[in-house]
């Protein structure tokens, strides 16, 4: 970083874009070399060792995605290893079909895994968390279970022989490069998939999975592409481990492996890439250099998954993350740019309309909202105001779909809005905070802000794996936009911040800035002043005034009577479910029922 | 030989719906799935059979020695893999904590007890064919744990403080009562049922660590198809378990009916995430 960061251009600020999953890059070479240096030493058993930790993290860095970064408690993987393990050895065996050249076989393993991979997954999609860790463990004793007693093909108890790869890959040394390379690749692959929009959702859901929603991102689509990519890679990596072993039974794919991959995933720390590597080769080597250990393996796995757990949930990542160190500025105060504002929502076609019809929603025998009408302008700030319990956050949560209706109508001028399907309301332009922030604590603002735009991304998985010109481009569109939002709520300075470390006030305006992000039609803000001091407040509605001069209709659920009546071109009251009262402040402001009901003499 | 697939259906359904109902306990009062419950059941078996027949006690002092040891260990687990993480219960932490003291335990007895099935002695010695002990002691056990459940909920003040915990923990709570010494009796209670079935299907599963897993995702099953914490549902889906295993067993071989009750599982499972008498999923907006 050069001295001059505080006149930085935005092009210097580009260039000290957000850390990718790779960065600092050094930690990852330095362990290649160490692998590629191996022959130096000449010892042909920690080559062997060697190879079997690059093949292992071929494996856990696909699992990697899955629990580390998506949440998902995937525990028995050693299912999609012994997949790939007997595909590869009975294609290249020939004992079924007519044999496969190895590398063919490989390829057609990592199919078979792909199709296995969203098999395993699919539990998740609808089970909840300890079902899903259930159902993967079954399946992993299943597959056991069926290598044992299908003979014909797998060999039964007795196995069958790996496949040999081709010659320069055929000894200690060619086998360990190829399997370095192989799993360099693989690094770079889940790292591209880590720092693109898919990453960032992938922890969306896992952390805040309601705002995950509100920002239009489809978990079950989300989840199967990545279950694809870890399926594939896990049977890919099993190919390799019967050529490695030379020999495969049943025996061979315990639950101490499955026990292996994921608790190297946890010792490395959620949301990392590093620290599962790390975690990998560490469990990889600890039985190898103290041997006695070895028939206590699982016992010791097992104890360090406690500890893990209840000492150091972040794990190595969390030790080795820089920006848990570095102290934030005290007395910061946020300053909302309306001319970054300008720059990001800018001019727009000033759409139709949202227009609520009769709106009744009832839960058990309480009748939540009876009834309401409401019609939020373009351009304009609608305040929905009414004592606790008169339906205010569940009319917003009707808009934004989390609540189906039992009657009424709703409308985007002569479009009718569909009920329910939150994460369809993106896609509209429809945007919202929450009452209680939904944030992803791990991740730096920036991202937490990126996420905000997901629905807008064009680029697909495939390029976003690769990391393909025109993604790294969109990419670099959704950051500088980002930068505009959180410039625009007066958080430039925190952007680089971890996400939990910010005060309460901060995060509602960081939950404006993703909402923004959207560059939203409607925005529907829950409480947004709830904990602000009055001159954060008087901030806040500045900024929510511009917000809605740019052509965003705003609907704003507030206790600050002030607030509203300073900002807001329409208010509506309710009570009990149903509208109490509508007009502009003035006329609310006297109103003999909202007066005795609400807003006290 | 249907009647034989009855007999062991009902015996081993038996088996499957105390553990059952001894996740449902742990449930109840702290909202924990524990990966433990299936290792209570081998211990059940493990101890037993330490006891009797290598201690040489007589069986009443054995199985009492037995369902104090798991109900301490019951206890253990609530201290060190519960209380910890239930401040935050929505990262589901505890699948973590109590999968590693569960591997512990399996792990620990594979060491020091053995890696090979031991013997069970049998314990009245009454009975044969398929009216031998080994059947029906199972099921007699299972009807009188839910009898002996039933009588604690609804007649004793413990019992309805655990179902006022149960349903309603903050109210519970405010109300006075000791929510954390409730919750640790349930563990120690959940402890000594697990026992309780290991024990009474000692001469079926033998004494053997490897049924820990097993018993863990076979117990598991009834839950989640009964709906967690409903012991009735857990009973009811555990005998059909327990007979459409053996039937499987009997027409299809063994492998293959562990593979056809898992599939069904998924299916049943994908179909009512909610069991068959679930509740259904809270709020979340």
């Known amino acids: 970083m050069d001295a001059t960061t505080g006149t930085a251009p935005p092009r210097a600020a580009a260039a000290a874009r957000l850390a990718g999953p790779l960065r600092p890059l050094w930690p990852f070479l330095l362990l290649l070399a160490i692998g590629l240096a191996m022959p130096l030493t000449g010892n042909e058993y920690w080559g062997l060792i060697t190879t079997r930790m690059a093949i292992y993290w071929v494996l856990v860095a696909g699992l990697n995605l899955i629990v580390g970064y998506a949440g998902q408690l995937a525990i028995g993987y050693v299912a999609l290893l012994a997949i790939g393990a007997y595909t590869t050895s009975v294609l290249a065996a020939g004992n079924v079909l007519p044999p496969l050249p190895a590398f063919a076989a490989l390829g057609v393993a990592g199919l078979a895994g792909a199709v296995f991979g969203v098999v395993v997954g699919l539990p998740a999609l609808r089970l909840r968390t300890f079902y899903f860790a259930m159902t993967t463990l079954g399946f992993a004793t299943i597959v056991t279970q069926i290598t044992l007693a299908w003979q014909d093909v797998t060999g039964g108890g007795i196995g069958i022989a790996g496949p040999m790869l081709p010659a320069p890959f055929d000894t200690t040394w060619g086998f360990l490069y190829f399997c370095l390379g192989f799993a360099a690749i693989c690094t770079w692959l889940t790292a591209n998939i880590a720092r693109s929009r898919f990453g960032r959702a992938l922890v969306a859901v896992r952390d805040a999975e309601v705002a995950a929603e509100a920002s239009g991102i489809h978990k079950p689509k989300l989840l199967v592409l990545v279950f694809i990519l870890a399926g594939a890679l896990a049977a890919m990596a099993g190919g390799l481990f019967a050529t490695l072993q030379t020999y495969i039974t049943p025996d061979a794919f315990t639950f101490d492996l499955s026990l292996l991959f994921f608790i190297a995933v946890l010792i490395g720390g959620r949301g990392s890439i590093l620290g599962p590597l790390l975690g990998t080769a560490i469990l990889t080597v600890l039985p190898e250099i103290a041997a006695p250990l070895a028939a206590w393996s699982t016992f010791l796995y097992a104890a360090l998954l406690l500890v893990i757990v209840l000492a150091m949930p972040g794990g190595i990542a969390a030790l080795i993350d820089p920006r848990n160190r570095r102290n934030l500025p005290e007395n910061r105060v946020i300053g909302p740019q309306p001319a970054a504002l300008d720059a990001l929502l800018g001019r727009r076609e000033v759409p139709a309309p949202l227009t609520l019809r009769g709106i009744v929603l009832a839960f058990g025998g309480v009748r939540a909202i009876d009834g309401v009408d409401l019609e939020v302008t373009p351009g304009q700030v609608h305040g929905l105001i009414g004592p606790n319990g008169s339906g205010k956050t569940t009319t917003l949560n009707v808009i934004s779909g989390y609540y189906r209706p039992e009657a009424g109508s709703m409308a985007i001028g002569p479009a009718p809005l569909p009920a329910g399907k939150p994460q369809g309301r993106a896609g509209l332009r429809i945007a919202r905070t929450f009452q209680t922030p939904r944030l992803i604590g791990e991740a730096s603002v920036l991202e937490n802000v990126m996420i905000g735009g997901t629905t807008d991304g064009r680029t697909g998985f495939a390029e976003a794996l690769l990391a393909l010109p025109r993604q790294r481009q969109e990419e670099r569109e959704f950051e500088a936009r980002a930068r505009l939002a959180l410039e625009a709520v007066g958080l430039a300075g925190l952007a680089e911040a971890r996400a939990d470390r910010l005060q309460h006030s901060e995060l509602r305006f960081m939950e404006i800035a993703r909402a923004l992000m959207l560059r939203p039609a409607f925005l529907l803000l829950d409480e947004p002043a709830a904990g602000l001091s009055t001159e954060e407040i008087r901030r806040l509605g500045a900024l929510i005034r511009g917000i809605s001069r740019h052509g965003t209709g705003v609907l704003l659920v507030e206790h600050h009577a002030d607030l509203i009546f300073d900002i807001c071109d329409q208010v509506t009251v309710l009570n009990l479910g149903k509208v109490l009262a509508a007009g502009t402040p003035a006329e609310i402001r006297v109103h003999k029922e909202v007066v005795s009901a609400y807003l006290g003499a | ?285």
């Open chain 2, 1 to 285: 030989m249907l009647a034989s697939i009855i007999a062991s259906g009902l015996a081993v359904g038996a088996v499957y719906a105390l553990i059952g109902i001894t996740y449902n306990t742990m449930f109840a009062t702290s909202r924990v799935m524990s990966f433990t419950a299936g290792q209570l059941g081998m211990l059940g078996g493990v101890f037993g059979s330490l006891f009797t027949l290598r201690l040489g006690l007589p069986i009443l002092p054995a199985l009492v020695l037995t369902l104090a040891c798991c109900a301490l260990i019951g206890v253990v687990t609530e201290i060190v893999a519960v209380r910890p993480v239930l401040k935050s219960l929505d990262q589901h932490l505890y699948v973590l904590t109590t999968l590693a003291v569960a591997l512990l335990i399996q792990h620990m007895t594979a060491m020091e007890w053995s890696t090979e099935p031991q013997p069970f002695p049998r314990l009245l010695d009454l009975g044969s064919g398929i009216w031998d002990e080994k059947y029906w002691l199972p099921v007699a056990v299972c009807i009188l744990t839910i009898l002996g459940l039933e009588y604690l909920y609804r007649r004793t003040l413990v019992g309805r403080a655990f179902v006022a915990i149960a349903e309603d923990n903050f109210a519970a709570r405010a109300l006075g009562l000791p929510e954390r010494n409730l919750r640790i009796a349930s563990y120690a209670l959940a402890g000594a049922i697990g026992a309780l079935a290991g024990f009474a299907g000692g001469q079926l599963l033998l004494a053997f660590f490897a049924n820990g897993p097993l018993l863990n995702f076979y117990g598991f099953i009834p839950v989640a198809l009964g709906g967690l914490g409903n012991n009735r549902g857990a009973v009811i889906g555990g005998f059909l378990l327990g007979l459409f295993q053996q039937a499987a067993n009997f027409l299809v071989g063994g492998i293959f009916s562990s593979v056809a009750v898992f599939t069904l599982f998924i299916i049943v499972l994908l179909a009512a995430p909610q069991g068959m008498f679930g509740a259904q999923a809270a709020r979340r907006v």
